[in-house]
């Protein structure tokens, strides 16, 4: 019964340990596609890096919002 207890506890010390490895790996994704995508506005508006900088500031903000919106579910949820 003991062991079957400390398993379940590590599968799920397990998958927390993956859902914020995904949380960076997406927070990674997103800075580099809103800096592309304000890099590529720039350029089309003759803008210096307003729209990248914001972009990526914006990106990483919705972020860090959802992954405490998901974190506080998960803190209710226990």
């Keep these: 019964m003991l062991a079957t207890h400390k398993t379940h506890e590590q599968l799920n010390n397990l998958k927390h340990v993956f859902m914020l490895s995904a949380w960076g790996f997406t927070m990674v994704v997103i800075s580099f596609l809103f800096l592309y995508v ?3 506005l720039d350029g089309l508006l003759g ?10 500031v ?10 405490y919106q998901e974190a506080n579910a998960k ?3 226990v």
């Design 47 to 56: 803008t210096a890096p307003n729209f990248m900088l914001g972009l990526f």
């Design 38 to 40: 304000g890099h590529k």
């Design 58 to 67: 914006l990106g990483l903000f919705l972020c860090i919002m959802r992954l």
């Design 75 to 77: 803190k209710n949820e």
